[in-house]
């Protein structure tokens, strides 16, 4: 690989090589597994390439391929499995500078990849009074690419469930990595060989999604004395058709009192809570249904004063990773979980078996029409060894766990291969240059998941 001569090529594509900024540019939020922080830390691209154009796009890679130059995609890069570090070093591009909404629908908006979601949303509601239809709690950074790439759902999949489904993704314009880079239109069926699959096999350069309805969401924050009835609650919220909600999300005690900094005033000592966004329309009628459910009113948005508005971030920076991520500012030992209850019952034996070694927090989303238990529960750390017990506690139990502790896509998720997402490699990025070492099958089709050892990818240094 000659990364001199592949920047030669690249007449006046914005480049970045100081060694400073190249490392914060190399990095997402990895750190949030202290298993990912040992082994990426040392992880740096040589330089960070911000293209304008799909044309710029284009020579990037054509010169990537050319040379050998491993080539890691990136958007706001608040990704936390290392998704977007390159772990062969070579060069980050950065699509962040493509960030125009190019269309606007009634019913849907196509945007280039580095577009951020918050900013989709601000024109498409201004426009026709849509919104995305969900999205990551880091909807203030991300860009529908990196979304597209590395994310799977949030804020708003109680109703409309997640990326994955057939119809949450309209389009994807994808530029191939080969002596002369093709821009494909994906539709239907296509879109899910590059949807979730970390930059491995394409590069995003737009997006279209379906819009929904938009409306001035209420935040509320509902307390109870008892975790179990917090979750039977969000349930119960969930299931209910006439309530339009847009998140149900039920954290444990002692969560809220001991990490929501900014909310402790409304929380008592030792209570759960439901986070919930619900619009104006259902806002009396939630209100009802949580008297009747016995729980307390702690917090509503439309009843706070401006000063609190200002001081207050949203509740849904409150929920999803942000969970984790507020968990961690107070106690930086605390990692986390990605998991799947697959009843109440579920949610109930974990809770008792593991106690608050394991405090609970749970999305209530919806997975092919069945509201079900997706869990993103704290892990007070001690060990890799007692983190791996606490899996297999999980799965002896019948609970599935999408372990965030491993970089690559299938450990991560699958644990299997995606065969559409290999053969679209093979065509798109016939040198693998393309985020080098997150497809296992890529690097080693004979890598034997049920061996129980993680995944190492050989090439986990810098190559020069
Ligand atoms: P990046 O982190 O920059 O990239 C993500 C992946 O996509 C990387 O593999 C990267 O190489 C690849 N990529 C980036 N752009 C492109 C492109 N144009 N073409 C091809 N590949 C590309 N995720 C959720 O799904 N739901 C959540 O609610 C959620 N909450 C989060 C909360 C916090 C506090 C944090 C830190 C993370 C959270 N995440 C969540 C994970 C992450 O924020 C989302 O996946 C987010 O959408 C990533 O967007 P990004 O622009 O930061 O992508």
Partial sequence: MS???????LGDIPQEDNPRLVQQRSRDHYWYSPILKAKLDHVTAEVVVSPRSNDEVKTVLAAAFRHGVAITPRGAGTGNYGQAMPLSGGAMLNLMNMDKV??????????????VLEEMDHQTRAAVHGELRFHPSTYRMASIGGFIAGGSGGVGSVRWGGLRNLGSILGLKVITCEAEPRELDLEG?????????YGTNGIIVEAEMPLAPAHDWIDMIVGFDDFMAAARFAEAVALQDGLLVKEVA???????????NRHKPYIKAGQSVVLIMVAPVSAAAMTLFTSHSRGEMLYRSDRASEEELKRLPPVYELAWNHTTLRALKVDPSITYLQTRYPTIDHVEKIVSLLGDELPMHIEMTRQDGIVTFAGLPL???TTEARLEEIIRIHEDNGCNVFNPHRYTLEEGGMKRTDQKQ??????????GILNPGKMVAWENPDFDFKAGKAWLFDGLNPVH
């Fill in 3 to 9: 990364i001199s001569a592949f920047r030669a090529e």
């Fill in 102 to 115: 190019l269309d606007i629908k009634p019913d849907r908006v196509r945007a280039q990849a580095g577009a």
């Fill in 189 to 197: 069926e296509d879109i899910l060989k590059v949807a979730h699959a």
């Fill in 250 to 260: 039920p954290c444990a005690a002692p969560i809220p009192e001991a990490y929501f």
């Fill in 379 to 381: 892990v007070r750390y």
């Fill in 422 to 431: 290999l053969d679209f490699k093979r065509e798109a990025d016939p040198r």
